[in-house]
């Protein structure tokens, strides 16, 4: 297939396609496979970086701010590429992103689920539970903590309730 002679539907067409650069010619059953793998090491390596952002502590810093944004580049890059591959509209190709990504993402999963620090945020219904610096309240303290006001604001409005209510009834 020639570049000139772009197909723009689904097709299993492989022969002369240059996958993403050049010099990287489809044109053997040896470079498709390559080109297979490359695919699954990109996606793979997309969702990677892309846990590692998302889930991974953030330091301060600018070593840090300068790592995680050349991390966000790289997964920009990757991103971009796969979106390139599946414009190529060949279902070969296609199917390899997809469950690349897809397998890339049950492993992301895994991680999430069975990663130590993690799993102790939630409890077995998947509700969050308190970190160590936070304090476990019953749901009688859930409920004053969430409309909290001090004794002091609370006896004034009280007060100044009750006053009001006085006025009206005389």
């Given at each position: 297939m020639e570049s000139s002679s772009m197909v723009w539907w689904f097709h299993p067409e492989v022969q002369g396609v240059h996958l993403l650069f050049e010099s990287f010619v489809l044109d053997n059953g040896g470079k498709l496979f390559l080109a297979y793998i490359f695919i699954v090491a990109m996606c793979w390596t997309e969702r990677g970086i892309s846990y590692y952002l998302d889930y991974r502590t953030r330091r301060r810093g600018w070593k840090d701010i300068l790592l995680r944004t050349g991390l966000?580049?790289?997964?920009?890059?990757?991103?971009?590429?796969?979106?390139?591959?599946?414009?190529?509209?060949?279902?070969?190709?296609?199917?390899?992103?997809?469950?690349?990504?897809?397998s890339g993402q049950l492993g992301v999963e895994y991680l999430k689920a069975y990663n130590a620090?993690?799993?102790k945020l939630y409890d077995e219904r998947?509700?969050?539970?308190?970190?160590?610096?936070?304090?476990?309240y019953s749901h009688e303290e859930e409920q004053q903590q969430l409309f909290a006001v001090t004794d002091d604001a609370f006896e004034l409005s009280r007060n100044s309730y009750d006053q009001r209510m006085a006025r009206e009834m005389k």
């Open positions: 966000y580049g790289v997964a920009t890059t990757l991103r971009l590429w796969y979106m390139l591959i599946t414009m190529y509209f060949n279902i070969g190709l296609f199917i390899v992103v997809v469950v690349s990504l897809t620090p993690s799993s998947g509700y969050a539970q308190p970190t160590s610096k936070q304090q476990r």
